[in-house]
């Protein structure tokens, strides 16, 4: 047994060894809404206190006053307001609601050609990987092309976004990143400005075109703002969205009573996505710290203390949930808190939900006869980005 495993409730889950399914560890921890842990840092579990804070201006996501590891500065992920307001604000104009809403409705063309090009490669196969054959694939080719990333640079951009995300499942005793993750942040980020000069001097019609011209009434982003931008959306456009469409396949093959209503009734797609995003989310927590005194669940949380958001503990919560534990595709007022919530609710959740939608219901729809090959998958390290490594499948087939 390692030494977290004989550590606390919280050292127990961030061990690699609880990552298949924490839930158990979470109902025990919901014991407590808030508590301290021996380090210092404040944990907080229940829904309505982690609803509360995301949303309170008292918290700060810099992550210098975050126990989060070590992480690039990656524009306004890690920013307060006002910056922050300030950088959304200037995406947000060329990125769908609440500026362009029908924007994202208006790729769901793209999206089904996409989903279908993946499962149509699967023909002749008995087996697949859901995760390398169309949950990562998938995602990434559809915000490269949002961004006006070349396709045929993927494999480029690829092994850099590995490095910086696979950062991310570190040893907890490790402060620093490694030169390898700096080395590749440097190297993405000379690509993105590389391209974001070329969109100044040709536009076309991308998002990154858009950023890089922009003549709205605010400015423009500068130069290292917007290259902080772009690998954002680069890598959060897909990273978070592999989670969803795999954490979902692996839940519908484990009911299989859902995945034939998901194939049998066009539309069941738009809840369930909801629930999933409530039941596996695929972010597990996030970090903040305090900027004054916060009161939380009959507890005081002293100003300058580390905090832990764990949300999808909250997202189980009983006190929130009926039948909290139990897996609805149709649940009504789901109010989730699987993309976050307040000023850095996720920037990209629209398309999430719609890359959900489509690859979910097309993978139920086509599929012949999937089974579960692992029993549990094998598992990212990375207790925040929760998700399998790989998703082996066989099948009997692919239908048109």
């Known amino acids: 047994?390692?030494?977290?495993?004989?550590?606390?409730?919280?050292?127990?889950?961030?061990?690699?060894?609880?990552?298949?399914?924490?839930?158990?560890?979470?109902?025990?921890?919901?014991?407590?809404?808030?508590?301290?842990?021996?380090?210092?840092?404040?944990?907080?579990?229940?829904?309505?206190?982690?609803?509360?804070?995301?949303?309170?201006?008292?918290?700060?996501?810099?992550?210098?006053?975050?126990?989060?590891?070590?992480?690039?500065?990656?524009?306004?992920?890690?920013?307060?307001?006002?910056?922050?307001?300030?950088?959304?604000?200037?995406?947000?104009?060329?990125?769908?609601?609440?500026?362009?809403?029908?924007?994202?409705?208006?790729?769901?063309?793209?999206?089904?050609?996409?989903?279908?090009?993946?499962?149509?490669?699967?023909?002749g196969r008995d087996e697949i990987d859901v995760v390398a054959d169309v949950a990562y694939p998938f995602p990434v080719t559809v915000v490269a092309d949002l961004l006006g990333v070349p396709r045929e640079d993927e494999p480029k951009f690829h092994v850099w976004a590995e490095a910086i995300v696979q950062a991310a499942d570190w040893d907890p005793r490790d402060r620093s990143p490694s030169a390898g993750v700096q080395a590749a942040i440097m190297e993405l980020g000379a690509y993105m400005m590389g391209l974001i000069q070329a969109k100044r001097r040709d536009p076309r019609d991308d998002m990154l075109s858009r950023l890089a011209n922009d003549d709205g009434p605010e400015g423009a982003l500068s130069s290292p703002e917007l290259t902080g931008v772009a690998i954002l959306l680069l890598l959060a456009g897909h990273e978070t969205t592999v989670n969803l469409i795999a954490n979902g396949m692996l839940t519908l093959l484990r009911k299989p009573d859902v995945l034939a209503r998901l194939k049998a009734e066009p539309g069941l797609e738009?809840?369930?996505?909801?629930?999933?995003?409530?039941?596996?989310?695929?972010?597990?927590?996030?970090?903040?710290?305090?900027?004054?005194?916060?009161?939380?669940?009959?507890?005081?949380?002293?100003?300058?203390?580390?905090?832990?958001?764990?949300?999808?503990?909250?997202?189980?919560?009983?006190?929130?949930?009926?039948?909290?534990?139990?897996?609805?595709?149709?649940?009504?007022?789901?109010?989730?808190l699987g993309f976050g919530s307040g000023i850095h609710a996720c920037f990209g959740a629209p398309l999430a939900r719609l890359e959900g939608q489509v690859a979910l219901r097309e993978m139920a729809r086509r599929l012949v006869d999937p089974v579960l090959l692992d029993e549990p998958p094998p598992y990212r390290i990375n207790p925040t980005l929760r998700g399998p490594r790989r998703l082996r499948v066989r099948i009997a087939g692919v239908i048109d």
Request: hydrophobic share 35%; with cysteine; charged share 25%.
């Open 1 to 123: 047994m390692s030494e977290a495993r004989e550590g606390t409730l919280l050292q127990r889950i961030l061990d690699a060894d609880s990552r298949h399914d924490p839930y158990p560890l979470y109902d025990r921890l919901r014991e407590r809404a808030v508590f301290q842990e021996p380090d210092g840092s404040y944990v907080v579990t229940g829904y309505a206190e982690v609803a509360a804070l995301l949303g309170d201006p008292r918290l700060s996501a810099d992550p210098a006053n975050s126990p989060a590891p070590p992480s690039p500065p990656f524009s306004f992920l890690n920013m307060d307001p006002p910056g922050h307001d300030r950088v959304r604000r200037l995406t947000m104009r060329h990125f769908g609601p609440p500026n362009d809403p029908g924007r994202v409705e208006a790729m769901r063309p793209h999206l089904f050609g996409q989903a279908t090009l993946l499962i149509d490669a699967l023909r």
């Open 270 to 336: 738009t809840p369930l996505v909801e629930e999933l995003l409530r039941y596996e989310p695929p972010v597990h927590f996030t970090f903040r710290s305090t900027l004054a005194d916060v009161d939380a669940g009959g507890v005081t949380i002293p100003a300058g203390s580390a905090i832990r958001l764990m949300l999808a503990c909250a997202n189980r919560d009983p006190a929130r949930f009926q039948h909290a534990d139990r897996f609805i595709p149709d649940r009504a007022n789901n109010a989730h």
